[in-house]
């Protein structure tokens, strides 16, 4: 299903994915739900622009990082340096110090940058896209250009896991990230072919697929956590066919249409629930404690608020000069 050359089941992974992280930043008191949504919900992200990646691509090296710059880099920068100034700003944060955030921003991003979220995937997304392309366009031969690709990713595994190194700007998850990116520029092809349409099949695979990352070790690309490198890649590829065949699914039912768009609606928009997601957590927590709520309708009211003004945003952004500030 396509419309306005969009994918819209992709949209709708992505969408999901959105949703997970957030209330996995929200956090809920069950740790089976953390380690089951970061066995993929980030990583997914990489192997969707892998897939999404077009090949005939006519732009010049120097000019698409140029393009990636102003898609994600600007973005990135912007709300970081607002965030910053809230958080020392006023009783929203707990960050010391404007010396040291920026430290942090410029750096190892991937840890104390004050109401960022998921702001330190920007960096690795940006990385990762632009190493992708350097590659693409340097290594015509399809086994070296794969080869160089996996040894990255190799390489950024190994860099968190055996030799506790963090290069700034989330290099290393970028390095890793690569070779996911790779993973879905092969998927690219056999995408039509990755679709279960009998429900039955469906719910089997999807609760195959939860004992299966449930079974593995705890994953986290933030944090360069990779116990099972196997294990990651399959899990990553397993989550993709089992929530592009749920969302392919959903997508059928009419009656379900507004909940599709709403969802979509996130996928489509991602950047703004990227950018923004941590800090209207922080900002309707502070609201909603000032009440004596029961810690599970806390929950519940924190992640409709999250998600339903993201929605908002999202909607607003995309016809007015909002969109400037990210990255479109």
């Not at 697929?209 to 360069?224: A, D, E, F, Q």
Request: positive net charge.
């Amino acid at each position: 299903m396509k419309t306005n050359d969009r994918i819209e089941y992709i949209d709708m992974v992505r969408g999901i994915c959105i949703i997970y992280m957030i209330l996995g930043h929200i956090g809920f008191p069950s740790p089976y739900f953390d380690h089951y949504i970061h066995a993929f919900h980030m990583p997914m992200f990489f192997l969707i622009s892998g897939i999404l990646f077009k090949a005939d691509c006519e732009l010049g090296i120097f000019e698409y990082i140029k393009k990636m710059i102003k898609k994600v880099i600007i973005p990135y920068l912007f709300w970081t340096f607002i965030f910053l100034i809230i958080d020392n700003k006023t009783c929203l944060g707990t960050f010391s110090g404007i010396r040291s955030g920026l430290y942090y921003i410029f750096t190892t991003n991937n840890v104390k940058v004050p109401i960022a979220g998921a702001l330190w995937f920007l960096t690795s997304f940006f990385f990762c896209n632009s190493l992708f392309y350097i590659l693409f366009r340097k290594i015509r031969n399809k086994t070296i250009f794969g080869i160089t690709s996996i040894s990255l990713m190799i390489v950024g595994i190994s860099l968190s896991k055996y030799f506790n190194i963090n290069l700034w700007w989330s290099l290393n998850s970028a390095l890793v990230g690569l070779g996911i990116y790779y993973l879905g520029y092969l998927l690219k092809k056999e995408l039509n072919k990755v679709n279960f349409n009998n429900l039955v099949l469906i719910v089997i695979l999807f609760l195959l697929h939860v004992l299966i990352i449930l079974k593995t070790s705890y994953v986290n690309m933030r944090t360069g956590s990779y116990p099972n490198v196997i294990m990651f890649t399959l899990n990553i590829l397993s989550s993709f066919v089992v929530y592009t065949s749920i969302s392919r699914k959903l997508l059928q039912m009419k009656y379900l249409k507004p909940l599709n768009k709403f969802i979509m609606i996130l996928g489509k928009e991602s950047m703004v629930s990227l950018c923004l997601n941590q800090f209207l957590i922080v900002l309707f927590g502070n609201i909603y404690g000032m009440f004596n709520f029961n810690v599970n309708l806390y929950r519940i009211l924190l992640s409709v608020s999250v998600i339903m003004t993201l929605v908002f945003i999202s909607k607003i952004s995309k016809t007015t000069k909002l969109k400037k500030l990210f990255g479109r």
